[in-house]
């Protein structure tokens, strides 16, 4: 099955041909990276760097290092995606569970910005859809653990998940996201011909909360299309989405779904905008976390995304809360702090007259707010029509 996975990585995910190749992963999956490299081989691709990272050691240097030495270190000093991002690679992100509830929350900001910062151009052309990148998820015993606690071979179970909402099981994974994403790029279509001027979500967490769209705004949804080649940037993935006016963002909103940032878990939390803007926030758990978020930098205090899930979704129906950001948004509707897609808007504009209208941020923090009963309500030219229902899709 692991074969198959990283086959759908790959092709399927990368659409990957002819160029170099970052991974950047845990090392705890070594055995599942030696995979991805003997494939990537196989296509003839020979420029391949690991990017390993080992998270006991991370907690060690979080815990021993000064600022210094930490703005030093590889494990986020991330230049080297940019030396291959001016090579043309594909990058692709293995994420799985972290978690640095006792680390200080300063050196937790220190090291978040520095693995963003040291890396601008690959992070322009990440927005910008000018190379191609993927996230996945792999299985580690750590995440199992807080998954499944005290089962027996949980680590083969959290793989069998994976597999499950990846489409492993299917004879032709590849050919059945092809099929799946049809589904997202018809919702995407429908919204784009709609072109709504605002939103308006309500549900009986608390949410109550109007959004401004920008003009000739975009939604996007299952993949990218990267120098004409398709890329599916998060596997899995079942979300539409677009970016909103950055100063039209009014009312407040309650987290469904706990969040974990910088291996912090956020839960428990509201935030209330008010011209586009934070003007308050709480949270029960991950306060400083939920703050360093809000205050990562001057414009990260407002929303770059708005991303829409059906409830009735295969991950939201797993009943599992993953505590990874790539799932977890996957199974719910969620909005993002921080910067834009620069796809998300008519590009016949220039870069001013674009970020005039959506958000510009060195950071970009999902966080999940749909719930089975949440109502989205389009609105234009005083008409309001009903988008979802329910949590759900009505069309």
Same mark, same amino acid.
């Given at each position: 099955?692991?074969?198959?996975?990283?086959?759908?990585?790959?092709?399927? @995910?990368?659409?990957?041909?002819?160029?170099?190749?970052?991974?950047?992963?845990?090392?705890?999956?070594?055995?599942?990276?030696?995979?991805?490299?003997?494939?990537?081989?196989?296509?003839?691709?020979?420029?391949?760097?690991?990017?390993?990272?080992?998270?006991?050691? $991370?907690?060690?240097?979080?815990?021993?290092?000064?600022?210094?030495?930490?703005?030093?270190?590889?494990?986020?000093?991330?230049?080297?995606?940019?030396?291959?991002?001016?090579?043309?690679?594909?990058?692709?992100?293995? @994420?799985?569970?972290?978690?640095?509830?006792?680390?200080?929350? $300063?050196?937790?900001?220190?090291?978040?910005?520095?693995?963003?910062?040291?890396?601008?151009?690959?992070?322009?052309?990440?927005?910008?859809?000018?190379?191609? #990148?993927?996230?996945?998820?792999?299985?580690?015993?750590? #995440?199992?653990?807080?998954?499944?606690?005290?089962?027996?071979?949980?680590?083969?179970?959290?793989?069998?998940?994976?597999?499950?909402? @990846?489409?492993?099981?299917?004879?032709?994974?590849?050919?059945?996201?092809?099929?799946?994403?049809?589904?997202?790029?018809?919702?995407?279509?429908?919204?784009?011909? &709609?072109?709504?001027?605002?939103?308006?979500?309500?549900?009986?967490?608390?949410?109550?909360?109007?959004?401004?769209?920008?003009?000739?705004?975009? #939604?996007?949804?299952?993949?990218?299309?990267?120098?004409?080649? &398709?890329?599916?940037?998060?596997?899995?993935?079942?979300?539409?989405?677009?970016?909103?006016?950055?100063?039209?963002?009014?009312?407040?909103?309650?987290?469904?779904?706990?969040?974990?940032?910088?291996?912090?878990?956020?839960?428990?939390?509201?935030?209330?905008?008010?011209?586009?803007?934070?003007?308050?926030?709480?949270?029960?758990?991950?306060?400083?976390?939920?703050?360093?978020?809000?205050?990562?930098?001057?414009?990260?205090?407002?929303?770059?995304?708005?991303?829409?899930?059906?409830?009735?979704?295969?991950?939201?129906?797993?009943?599992?809360?993953?505590?990874?950001?790539?799932?977890?948004?996957?199974?719910? @509707?969620?909005?993002?702090?921080?910067?834009?897609?620069?796809?998300?808007?008519?590009?016949?504009?220039?870069?001013?007259?674009?970020? &005039?209208?959506?958000?510009?941020?060195?950071?970009?923090?999902?966080?999940?707010?749909?719930?089975?009963?949440?109502?989205?309500?389009?609105?234009?030219?005083?008409?309001?029509?009903?988008?979802?229902?329910?949590?759900?899709?009505?069309?």
């Amino acid at each position: 099955m692991k074969e198959k996975y990283a086959e759908l990585l790959l092709e399927g @995910c990368l659409n990957i041909e002819n160029q170099p190749l970052l991974i950047s992963c845990p090392i705890e999956v070594y055995d599942f990276v030696r995979i991805l490299v003997k494939k990537a081989y196989e296509k003839g691709i020979k420029d391949i760097y690991i990017d390993y990272s080992d998270e006991v050691i $991370k907690q060690l240097q979080l815990k021993n290092f000064s600022e210094e030495e930490l703005e030093q270190s590889p494990f986020w000093n991330k230049k080297i995606f940019d030396e291959y991002t001016k090579k043309g690679a594909a990058f692709l992100m293995l @994420c799985t569970y972290e978690e640095r509830n006792d680390i200080d929350s $300063k050196k937790l900001d220190l090291v978040a910005k520095v693995s963003r910062l040291s890396r601008p151009l690959f992070k322009e052309k990440q927005l910008n859809n000018e190379i191609a #990148w993927s996230i996945a998820a792999v299985a580690t015993k750590s #995440w199992a653990d807080k998954m499944f606690p005290g089962e027996a071979n949980n680590l083969e179970k959290l793989w069998e998940t994976i597999y499950k909402m @990846c489409l492993i099981n299917e004879d032709d994974p590849i050919k059945s996201w092809h099929e799946k994403t049809k589904l997202t790029e018809k919702r995407a279509k429908f919204m784009n011909e &709609k072109q709504y001027k605002y939103l308006y979500f309500k549900n009986k967490l608390g949410t109550d909360l109007t959004i401004e769209l920008p003009n000739n705004h975009i #939604w996007a949804g299952g993949g990218a299309l990267v120098n004409g080649k &398709k890329v599916i940037e998060n596997m899995p993935t079942e979300e539409i989405f677009t970016a909103p006016y950055k100063y039209g963002v009014n009312g407040v909103v309650y987290n469904s779904k706990p969040l974990v940032y910088n291996g912090v878990l956020i839960d428990d939390f509201m935030i209330r905008f008010e011209n586009g803007k934070v003007v308050d926030f709480k949270a029960k758990k991950g306060y400083d976390a939920l703050k360093s978020i809000i205050e990562f930098d001057e414009n990260s205090n407002k929303l770059g995304e708005i991303a829409l899930v059906d409830y009735d979704s295969p991950i939201s129906n797993s009943n599992l809360i993953f505590y990874e950001t790539l799932y977890d948004e996957n199974a719910s @509707c969620h909005m993002a702090l921080g910067s834009a897609y620069l796809e998300c808007i008519d590009n016949n504009q220039t870069k001013e007259e674009i970020f &005039k209208q959506i958000n510009q941020s060195n950071n970009h923090v999902d966080f999940m707010f749909g719930t089975s009963d949440l109502e989205v309500i389009g609105i234009k030219d005083d008409i309001e029509e009903i988008i979802m229902k329910d949590g759900n899709f009505i069309k």
